[in-house]
Every structure is written in structure tokens, then in C-alpha cells.
């Protein structure tokens, strides 16, 4: 069987009670699927309530070089970001992303 040429790679993150998103999911989920050879991301899909997020976590990551430093990105959600959920969508995209490291070391 041959190897796919993407993986998928799931982050998660406990949502707070004041968050829209609370009473529907107690965890955040965000996932990424992430090319091989170059470690982008070319697909990014969660568990956020509105769509305008959903949207606009796609935009953020889309791209990005997974195997890099995410910092830039993890500070363009608190710059950018001002809802109850920002620490968790940092926290989910952190789990993903030492998850996808974890993966690379084998």
C-alpha cells in the first residue's frame, strides 16, 4: 500500500464555561492535515460554533510550515482574536503541533 502524501493531526484544548462553544463541546478541537515532504498545512478544519471562525482559523494556518516556530501565529490569535476561546485555540494548536513533532522525530 502506498503512504498517503498528507497526514491529519489533531489538537485539543478544554474550553472555558463563558465560552459560546462551552455548551456544545467541553473540548476544543482543531484539524490540520499537513503535506509530508514539506510539513504545510493544507486543509484546517475545527470545532469552533461559527463558521466566521472556522473560516478565519483556515485562513490563519493554511500554508504555514508546520515544522517551524508557531509563536508568530499563537501571537496573531492574541493579538487578533478577542473571544472567551483565544487560550484555547492557542492551546489546541499547540497540542497539534507537538503531536506533529512527535510524529517527525518517529
Do not use: C
Not at 28 to 39: E, V, W
Not at 79 to 87: E, M, Q
Not at 92 to 105: E, G, K, L, N, P
Amino acid at each position: 500500500m502506498a503512504t498517503a502524501s498528507s497526514v491529519i493531526v489533531v489538537g485539543y484544548a478544554k474550553v472555558p464555561v463563558a465560552s459560546a462553544s462551552h455548551s456544545t463541546h467541553e473540548l476544543f478541537s482543531i484539524s490540520l492535515r499537513i503535506d509530508r515532504q514539506t510539513s504545510r498545512i493544507t486543509q484546517v478544519d475545527s470545532t469552533a460554533v461559527t463558521g466566521l471562525v472556522r473560516d478565519w482559523l483556515a485562513g490563519l494556518l493554511s500554508g504555514i510550515d508546520f515544522a517551524s516556530n508557531i509563536d508568530p501565529v499563537l501571537a496573531e490569535i492574541e493579538d487578533t482574536y478577542l473571544g472567551h476561546a483565544a487560550g484555547s485555540i492557542k492551546q489546541a494548536i499547540t497540542d497539534a503541533w507537538r503531536r506533529y513533532a512527535t510524529y517527525r522525530r518517529g
